[in-house]
């Protein structure tokens, strides 16, 4: 009878044990990925803004050598990540190839121009800024005329802005109840065995000695839970880079070791707070109100 009642003690303990590091891990995993979410969120927004293009026209006239100091002139800006020299003649190719048919053979001659394909920086993509080099542009006589998507600009540059914002509120709403539910399966295991802390008490032991093994107990139960976490963070990292490698999502190796550091940190603080508290409520229960 003892055997049997021992083996059902320890499946009970066992399945306690397994639900907090479930629940750990899922937790841990979850913060896990909104901690890289709102690490690359600039970088995502900052790759859309990128991918605007301002087009600049030259006049017929312009020559070679205007073209090549042109682009020696955006090389050395600081505002610009990346430029093309297009000429009429490849611009006339990649409209027949829109449109399936070549229209210079009923137009007789190219009235297409040469030009420069550029890609602002981020920090560059806002109405004032691209106003200022818009108008630096503009200075020199041999360019036509400057074209890119102005409402484009203003719509990026005022939904990011919002979209920050409730990234943030979310963010902060998640890592509560996250912390939260930690909190919530420590206090669970604790209460199983709060018999065993009244008893303890009881035949004189100390508050700190009873304590102890229970939060090096919960600790190892977190270690173990973010390890996982982190384990499964780094397969969901590699499976994204992968994936789509234009995001260069672990590039920033720094940021990456950061974030799973900080999911190892997070489970052994909850854990060791959780069940610092919850052993401390039991300790301080009269024997009559643990029923």
């Given at each position: 009878?003892s055997?049997?009642?021992?083996?059902?003690?320890?499946?009970?303990?066992?399945?306690s044990?397994?639900?907090?590091?479930?629940?750990?891990f899922?937790?841990?995993f979850l913060?896990?990925?909104?901690?890289?979410?709102?690490?690359n969120?600039?970088?995502?927004s900052?790759?859309?803004?990128?991918?605007?293009?301002m087009?600049?026209?030259?006049k017929?006239?312009?020559?070679?050598?205007?073209?090549v100091?042109?682009?020696q002139?955006?090389k050395?800006?600081?505002?610009?990540?990346?430029?093309?020299?297009?000429?009429?003649?490849?611009?006339?190719?990649?409209?027949?190839?829109?449109?399936g048919e070549?229209?210079?053979t009923?137009?007789?001659a190219?009235?297409?121009?040469?030009?420069y394909?550029?890609h602002l920086?981020?920090?560059?993509?806002?109405?004032?800024?691209?106003?200022?080099?818009?108008?630096?542009?503009?200075?020199?006589?041999?360019i036509?005329?400057?074209?890119?998507?102005?409402?484009?600009?203003?719509?990026?540059?005022?939904?990011?802005?919002?979209?920050?914002?409730?990234?943030?509120?979310?963010?902060?709403?998640?890592?509560?109840?996250?912390?939260?539910?930690?909190?919530s399966?420590?206090?669970?295991?604790?209460?199983?065995?709060?018999?065993?802390?009244?008893?303890?008490?009881?035949?004189?032991?100390?508050?700190?000695?009873?304590r102890?093994?229970?939060?090096?107990r919960?600790?190892?139960?977190?270690?173990?839970?973010?390890?996982?976490?982190?384990?499964?963070?780094?397969?969901?990292?590699i499976?994204?880079?992968?994936s789509?490698?234009?995001?260069n999502?672990?590039?920033?190796?720094l940021?990456?070791a950061l974030?799973?550091?900080?999911?190892l940190?997070?489970?052994?603080?909850?854990t060791?707070?959780?069940t610092f508290?919850?052993?401390?409520?039991?300790?301080?229960?009269?024997?009559?109100?643990?029923?």
């Amino acid at each position: 009878m003892s055997s049997s009642f021992e083996k059902f003690q320890k499946r009970r303990l066992i399945s306690s044990y397994f639900s907090v590091v479930l629940s750990m891990f899922l937790v841990l995993f979850l913060l896990g990925i909104l901690g890289f979410f709102v690490i690359n969120s600039k970088k995502l927004s900052d790759d859309f803004k990128e991918e605007i293009v301002m087009t600049v026209f030259f006049k017929n006239e312009a020559t070679d050598s205007t073209m090549v100091a042109f682009g020696q002139e955006l090389k050395a800006a600081t505002f610009v990540k990346s430029s093309d020299y297009v000429t009429k003649e490849q611009a006339a190719k990649m409209h027949t190839d829109i449109i399936g048919e070549d229209f210079m053979t009923f137009l007789g001659a190219n009235p297409l121009q040469n030009s420069y394909d550029i890609h602002l920086k981020a920090d560059y993509i806002d109405t004032e800024n691209i106003r200022k080099i818009e108008s630096r542009f503009l200075a020199n006589d041999m360019i036509a005329d400057i074209v890119y998507d102005k409402q484009l600009v203003s719509l990026v540059n005022d939904n990011i802005k919002k979209v920050s914002m409730w990234i943030l509120i979310i963010s902060g709403i998640l890592a509560l109840i996250a912390v939260l539910l930690i909190n919530s399966s420590m206090r669970l295991s604790i209460y199983s065995n709060r018999f065993i802390i009244k008893t303890m008490q009881m035949v004189g032991a100390t508050k700190s000695f009873i304590r102890k093994p229970f939060i090096w107990r919960s600790i190892r139960l977190g270690v173990i839970g973010a390890v996982l976490a982190i384990i499964a963070l780094i397969g969901t990292l590699i499976y994204i880079d992968n994936s789509w490698p234009s995001l260069n999502i672990l590039e920033d190796q720094l940021m990456v070791a950061l974030v799973l550091l900080g999911v190892l940190a997070v489970g052994i603080l909850i854990t060791w707070v959780s069940t610092f508290f919850a052993t401390q409520k039991y300790l301080n229960l009269r024997t009559d109100d643990l029923y």
